[in-house]
Antibody, heavy 133, light 107 residues
């Protein structure tokens, strides 16, 4: 069974740091791209970051939402089938449930180029981050 | 960034009703659109990708259509398990963006 289990959430003061972890199982982790998505009552669902699998078509590709770029860092540990999100300089507006999400790809091939489009097919249950003094 | 706008934000319906939810993109996204269902306290579940492709295991009463900037999610005959919030999401380009959601509630 494909499973994603997040951990590491909690209460942190503004300006503080947290490291979220996501343990993946039931699939070949290195072949898939992964994301962090967060959800809050104020902003709804918000994509946070994407990382290409080390053996996937987008290996080496990392993207961030503008709201977190420069403060958050996404990474993977293939030996432990794990995804991470290092969050520094936390703000009240980062308060949310954070989901670890696997991506599947659609592929378009045209003469001379190949394009990949990634939708999100498997979600973890989420971990809650609260930034407050 | 591509903005996604869903309507209505809330929909009241009865079991057996045909329900349609609309999602509009601020620019063309071809067919790179997904639909998710979310129940309270749970993570979203993928229903449809590439605008009209049903995810494995999703009941056939769900269908999606559209391309470019206008898309619809239809539930042909609403079942008790379908009362939930539905989100559209574009994956044409980063940043990936979601619609604001449509809550389907019991009439």
């Amino acid at each position: 069974e494909v499973q994603l289990v997040e951990s590491g959430g909690g209460l942190v003061q503004p300006g503080g740091s947290l490291r979220l972890s996501c343990a993946a199982s039931g699939f070949t982790f290195t072949k898939y791209e992964m994301n962090w998505v967060r959800q809050s009552p104020d902003k709804g669902l918000e994509w946070v970051s994407f990382i290409g699998g080390s053996r996937g078509k987008s290996r080496g590709v990392i993207n961030y939402a503008d709201s977190v770029r420069g403060r958050f860092t996404i990474s993977t540990d293939d030996a432990h089938n794990s995804l991470y999100l290092q969050m520094n300089g936390l703000r009240a507006e980062d308060t949310a449930v954070y989901f670890c999400v696997r991506s599947m790809r659609d592929v378009v091939v045209v003469p001379g180029s190949t394009y990949f489009y990634y939708y999100m097919d498997v979600w973890g249950k989420g971990t809650t981050v609260t930034v407050s003094s | 960034d591509i903005q996604m706008t869903q309507s209505p934000s809330t929909l009241s319906a009865s079991v057996g009703d045909r329900v349609t939810i609309t999602c509009r993109a601020s620019q063309s996204i071809s067919a790179w659109l997904a639909w998710y269902q979310q129940k309270p306290g749970k993570a979203p579940d993928l229903l449809i990708y590439k605008a009209s492709t049903l995810q494995s295991g999703v009941p056939s009463r769900f269908s999606g259509s559209g391309s470019g900037t206008e898309f619809t999610l239809t539930i042909s005959s609403l079942q008790p398990d379908d009362f939930a919030t539905y989100y559209c999401q574009q994956y044409q380009s980063f940043p990936l963006t979601f619609g604001g959601g449509t809550t389907v509630e019991i009439k």
